[in-house]
């Protein structure tokens, strides 16, 4: 579990299909949250929770399973991609953000950035869980929803945001990972339940 506040932008060092083995081998080159991790720790890579499976004091390597690359935009990496990374949340850290699993939800398009707002689409299986200051996590940050329409959303972009994930480099047509908030997940769930 993680709190969807970035803890550094790291760069994809390599990208691979590993036919034998039926995944795909991620390496991120990353200085911070290398320090302490050790293989089988769990980390947020641009919001998936993905498995060490290889560290040292510079790069953390990861096996992609073919459900996630489905899910998610890692189909866009490539060698020289900044990618959000989180370390997974300890007992007793400050939650800064919200609940933010690692289990992606699906991909939303970037429609247009204006100003200090990013407009994105919004998939019709995604629309019950998109609410005006409601949470979403995109690429694992955790945002607040500005705005909704019949088909779109926005988000306001602190700066400090845009300094310290990698969202400044996503523009019109680019996709981004998203995870419904779990509060909103489950409360949808309830009232279908209820409804039946």
């Given amino acids: 579990m993680f709190s969807g506040i970035i803890e550094e932008v790291g760069v994809v060092e390599e990208f691979q299909e590993r036919p034998t083995l039926g995944v795909?081998?991620?390496?991120?080159?990353?200085?911070?949250?290398?320090?302490?991790t050790l293989p089988g720790d769990s980390i947020s890579?641009?919001?998936?929770?993905?498995?060490?499976?290889?560290?040292?004091?510079s790069s953390l390597s990861f096996d992609i399973a073919g459900e996630t690359y489905a899910r998610t935009?890692?189909?866009?990496?490539?060698?020289g991609k900044r990618v959000n990374l989180e370390r997974s949340l300890k007992v007793g850290d400050r939650i800064s953000g919200?609940?933010?699993?690692?289990?992606?939800?699906?991909?939303?398009?970037?429609?247009?950035?204006?100003?200090?707002y990013i407009h994105l689409g919004i998939p019709t299986h995604l629309k019950p869980y998109i609410v005006e200051k409601g949470a979403v996590a995109l690429n694992?940050?955790?945002?607040?929803?500005?705005?909704?329409?019949?088909?779109?959303?926005?988000?306001?972009?602190?700066?400090?945001?845009?300094k310290?994930?990698?969202?400044?480099?996503?523009?019109?047509?680019?996709m981004?990972?998203?995870?419904?908030?779990?509060?909103?997940?489950?409360?949808?769930?309830?009232?279908l339940n209820t409804e039946k």
Wanted: charged residues 15%.
């Fill in 24 to 36: 795909r081998h991620l390496i991120v080159r990353a200085l911070k949250v290398t320090a302490d």
């Fill in 45 to 57: 890579v641009d919001g998936v929770c993905l498995t060490v499976v290889q560290a040292s004091f």
């Fill in 73 to 79: 935009n890692f189909s866009r990496f490539l060698p």
């Fill in 98 to 116: 919200h609940f933010v699993y690692g289990h992606i939800d699906g991909v939303v398009p970037v429609i247009s950035w204006q100003g200090e």
């Fill in 140 to 162: 694992g940050i955790s945002l607040t929803v500005a705005g909704v329409t019949s088909d779109t959303f926005s988000i306001a972009i602190i700066p400090y945001t845009l």
């Fill in 164 to 174: 310290n994930t990698n969202i400044q480099d996503f523009g019109p047509g680019d």
């Fill in 176 to 191: 981004l990972n998203f995870e419904a908030d779990a509060l909103a997940r489950y409360v949808l769930s309830a009232t």
